[in-house]
């Protein structure tokens, strides 16, 4: 293991060793493993469970601030295209984020 590896990279590495080496648990004994390894899932659980109000409470300030739909309309598609462009980025510069799956 080097520093600077994400969790879920170790964490692949040590099962491939693990698996590799035929290592077999003893009856009755298992091998559980958290932590950081599931800390992605429900993170991006989180952050989509209150994305249905985020939404609507930003239509909702944008549109009494343009003063017409079309406006915030454009606004609304601008942060969208912003916020996707941005993940992109991150995926052609091969950079994750604890969101992002591994490709691996």
Avoid at 7 to 19: G, S, T
Wanted: hydrophobic share 55%.
């Amino acid at each position: 293991m080097q520093a600077g590896v994400l969790p879920e990279e170790a964490l692949v590495e040590v099962q491939a060793r693990i698996a590799e080496a035929g290592f077999v648990l003893p009856e009755g004994v298992r091998l559980q493993i958290g932590g950081d390894a599931d800390a992605p899932a429900s993170t991006l659980n989180n952050l989509i469970a209150s994305l249905g109000l985020f939404v609507t409470l930003s239509i909702v300030m944008v549109v009494p601030t343009f003063g017409n739909f079309r406006l915030a309309g454009v606004a609304i598609v601008v942060s969208g295209l912003s916020a996707g462009l941005s993940m992109l980025a991150l995926a052609v510069f091969a950079y994750r984020s604890a969101s992002m799956p591994s490709s691996d």
